[in-house]
């Protein structure tokens, strides 16, 4: 593709400016291939030209985190930083009008009038659709609960193609906590846009995929294969998508200790049962499902999956906050 080309169908891509993005649902194929494509620029581009850019300059980013994170918010917020833009943090209930007993939809509607974009991480599914519904200013979910976390979906699904070259016939084994992991929830779904996709969700039975998702994935065309054999489930993967038990979620700390240690990737696995190129990611924090013995060979790729997170945050950002003919104008100056 050339310069012009990526140019065009970037500024074609008003399907994403003021919007909300709530869920990997609402995302199209040639939505994503614009993001991709402007993606790809930020990343040649480089930190030292980025920083002299600026093309959000005066722009606010308020990131409402009241829930754990640490990538996702220092992503974001470097992501806004290195267009120009200032952030201004709210982490943890405790630190929020919500701990005064505030509403979500109450401490939104303030919020929006004091920025340009809301990232929000909340604990209960859907905040960030209620979120939405109570504000002009585009809200961006940075996971809600167990529910969705659609731009570590858009970061997965580039890095996949990064590691690929591309996003059909694929076998994608999904590891662990398939149940609470929204990662892996918005992951799945968004897969649903391309051909020949066979999602291997392996996972203890009380642990697997929501049967509903299951029901969505195979009625879009995609093959699910259920196993609680790690072995066998990793062994066909082009791509294994590993995650942590989500013990916050666990009612208590004897039903996470039954599924500790269950599925551990290491490097004598990896290169006895796994195809040869076979790309290893993880949305991270890990715990004990990869052993660090793993992070040195070439199919690990959760640290370059955490680097493409900076350059896809800061795409999305772009495509929602400028109109096509102001980004085309910023991008014509560099
Ligand atoms: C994930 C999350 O918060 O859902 N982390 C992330 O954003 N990269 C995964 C996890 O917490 O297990």
Request: proline share 3%.
């Amino acid at each position: 593709m050339t310069e012009k080309q990526t140019i065009k169908s970037t500024i074609q891509a008003d399907t994403w400016n003021r919007k909300n993005v709530v869920s990997v649902s609402q995302f199209t194929e040639s939505a994503i291939d614009a993001l991709f494509e402007l993606t790809d620029r930020l990343k040649a581009m480089g930190r030292f030209q980025l920083r002299q850019w600026n093309p959000l300059s005066g722009y606010v980013l308020s990131n409402l985190f009241f829930e754990a994170s640490t990538r996702s918010r220092i992503s974001f917020a470097s992501a806004f930083q290195y267009l120009g833009g200032s952030v201004d943090n709210t982490v943890g209930v405790v630190f929020s009008s919500i701990s005064k007993g505030e509403s979500l939809s109450d401490t939104i509607r303030v919020v929006q009038g004091y920025v340009d974009v809301i990232v929000l991480r909340h604990f209960a599914v859907g905040s960030a659709r209620i979120a939405a519904d109570n504000s002009t200013t585009p809200i961006i979910n940075a996971g809600d609960g167990i529910g969705e976390h659609p731009t570590q979906a858009l970061l997965d699904l580039y890095t996949i193609y990064n590691e690929t070259k591309r996003l059909s016939d694929l076998t994608i084994a999904v590891v662990g906590d398939l149940q609470h992991g929204r990662t892996v929830h918005s992951l799945v779904h968004l897969m649903r846009l391309y051909t020949n996709i066979h999602i291997v969700a392996i996972a203890p039975n009380d642990l697997q995929l929501p049967a509903d998702s299951v029901h969505t994935l195979q009625v879009s065309g995609i093959r699910v294969t259920q196993t609680d054999d790690f072995k066998v489930g990793i062994a066909t993967a082009d791509v294994i998508y590993m995650t942590r038990l989500q013990r916050e979620r666990f009612q208590s700390e004897s039903d996470y200790e039954q599924f500790e240690q269950l599925y551990i990737l290491n490097r004598a696995l990896t290169e006895s049962v796994c195809k040869p190129d076979v790309v290893i990611m993880h949305p991270l924090p890990r715990t004990s499902e990869i052993n660090p013995d793993v992070d040195a060979l070439k199919q690990a790729a959760y640290f370059r999956q955490t680097d493409n997170g900076l350059y896809v945050r800061m795409a999305l950002f772009l495509l929602v906050l400028l109109s096509p003919s102001e980004l085309r104008n910023h991008l014509n100056t560099v």
